[in-house]
């Protein structure tokens, strides 16, 4: 049901508004005495219109919108201002304030109705917009397969914790990781199975990671990890967690139950770091010595950041 917030001091006025407003379908009107009090209800509950009185008391229809448009949740809200005839100047002014349209007084019903219905269409297209971008955003950005991020996605990330990590001196550790003998299983099981081990192995990161953490899908069967306010020790635990978690996992084949194991390649972002390749490039090289001391465990780039900061006053030399 959609929402209509009536502002106007005076009780029979605003009940008048009311009356006309309910002749709309699927409405309910909520009427207000009181700018103030219309404000916190409008902050709390995002009504789909706003009709106001201009001249109030308390506070006048130019000062009310200013104040509802500070609110990023009301910055869209269509707002019909209802002025007498000699108001222009006050019309103006709330036009320039954010008002969608307006009412003369007196106010008749049907053009009431009308102008109401403009607007709880044009309100209606907003979301349906809003909608649509939020799709499109989700599309943009997350891997279809896995629901993880997707490698652009993930790269933008890591960039904008990299400007924070340089910014306020915070640590950053980035992990690589690649499910162990991944072809053998799409060659042995079929494709379809390899997508599932794909999922349940995004799955299980997801549920290990923070909110402020990244899980990306790179490609293939290749992931990466952003840990943001994480050291590459503390970041080592994370993944010796994560091995062990993915070890107990299973996927059930009906005849058999199958079981998987990941490499993980760790680095730290270093101060001065800027380049999400150069980064992304050291955990694969970590994750590689993984691959080629077994599998089914973390390695860490031996280059620690001592070496990165003398390896760039060299080249600044």
Not at 53 to 76: A, H
Not at 165 to 191: E, I
Request: charged share 30%; with cysteine; hydrophobic share 40%.
């Amino acid at each position: 049901m959609k929402k209509i917030a009536i502002v106007d001091d005076v009780l029979p006025n605003a009940l008048l508004l009311k009356g006309y407003a309910k002749r709309l379908d699927d409405v309910e009107a909520v009427t207000f005495t009181d700018p103030v009090e219309a404000l916190e209800w409008c902050a709390e509950n995002v009504p789909d219109l706003v009709m106001l009185d201009y001249l109030m008391p308390e506070m006048d229809g130019t000062e009310f919108l200013n104040r509802f448009r500070e609110f990023e949740t009301l910055r869209d809200i269509p707002v019909v201002v209802i002025t007498a005839a000699e108001q222009k100047e006050a019309l103006y002014s709330a036009l320039q304030a954010g008002a969608n349209d307006f009412l003369r007084k007196p106010v008749d019903d049907l053009e009431l109705i009308a102008r109401a219905n403009n607007m709880l269409q044009l309100r209606a297209r907003q979301l349906e917009l809003a909608e649509a971008n939020e799709r499109l955003l989700v599309l943009a950005t997350t891997d279809s397969l896995t629901g993880l991020a997707n490698r652009r996605h993930f790269l933008d990330k890591l960039r904008d914790e990299l400007s924070r990590t340089q910014r306020y001196g915070r640590p950053l550790s980035v992990a690589m990781v690649d499910a162990d003998h991944f072809k053998a299983v799409n060659d042995t099981y079929g494709h379809e199975v390899g997508d599932r081990v794909l999922q349940q192995l995004s799955s299980l990161m997801s549920q290990e990671v923070r909110d402020v953490d990244c899980v990306g899908r790179l490609g293939g069967e290749e992931f990466a990890i952003l840990l943001p306010e994480t050291s590459v020790e503390g970041a080592k635990v994370f993944c010796e967690r994560l091995l062990k978690k993915i070890r107990a996992a299973e996927i059930d084949l009906d005849e058999k139950l199958l079981h998987y194991t990941v490499s993980i390649g760790l680095t730290e972002v270093c101060k001065g770091e800027t380049k999400p390749d150069v980064i992304l490039n050291r955990a694969d090289e970590a994750l590689y010595v993984a691959k080629e001391s077994g599998r089914d465990r973390v390695a860490i780039h031996e280059m620690r950041c001592e070496e990165f900061h003398a390896l760039t006053q060299t080249v600044m030399t």
